[in-house]
């Protein structure tokens, strides 16, 4: 628990000592998009993901994945995801930026287990909290912004609080201006 809060805690002030890029509504730059909808994937999970900003370089993104549970059928989960990102420009390019931030998320988890040889199937609900630290860039002249971030969680109840294989993910949105 001292480690997640450590990595809390650093990202958190990676985020607020950064110097962010003034974003506008409707901006020229390709960095500058208002909103931003997609899919995010790893090897294990795919999802719905859209990302919003609110006020200057402060961002909010929403997550909707499902864990396929390493190709056991019998092990998945669907989870929704609120975060709150902090962005700043990177590299000296309008297109290339970094984000880091945090939230919470709520799921249900499904598991198979064995009682007496007979297999059985087991279903809770999880809540826990998310970090997420990564980068993105936005194309120039199509409405494509692409992402590659760390999310690592860890849940208050269940026996799935792990940063496991749903760590990593690409993102790939839709992006207006």
Do not use: C
Request: hydrophobic share 35%.
């Amino acid at each position: 628990m001292k480690r997640i809060l450590l990595l809390f805690g650093v990202l958190s002030l990676m985020a607020f000592q950064a110097n962010a890029q003034r974003r506008t509504s409707g901006g020229g730059s390709p960095g500058d998009y208002q909103t931003a909808i997609g899919a995010r994937v790893n090897p294990w999970t795919i999802g719905f993901t859209a990302k919003h900003f609110i006020k200057g370089p402060h961002a909010i993104e929403g997550i909707v994945s499902h864990y396929f549970g390493s190709g056991d059928r019998d092990v998945t989960n669907v989870t929704f995801t609120g975060l709150y990102e902090y962005t700043w420009n990177v590299f000296g390019k309008s297109e290339w930026n970094m984000y880091a931030g945090g939230g919470a998320h709520v799921g249900i988890w499904r598991d198979r287990y064995y009682e007496n040889g007979n297999k059985r199937y087991h279903s809770e609900a999880v809540v826990g909290l998310d970090g997420i630290f990564g980068v993105e860039y936005t194309f120039k002249n199509i409405p494509l912004n692409l992402s590659g971030d760390i999310k690592p969680f860890v849940n208050f109840n269940g026996g799935h609080d792990f940063f496991g294989e749903q760590l990593l993910g690409v993102s790939a949105r839709y992006t207006f201006k």
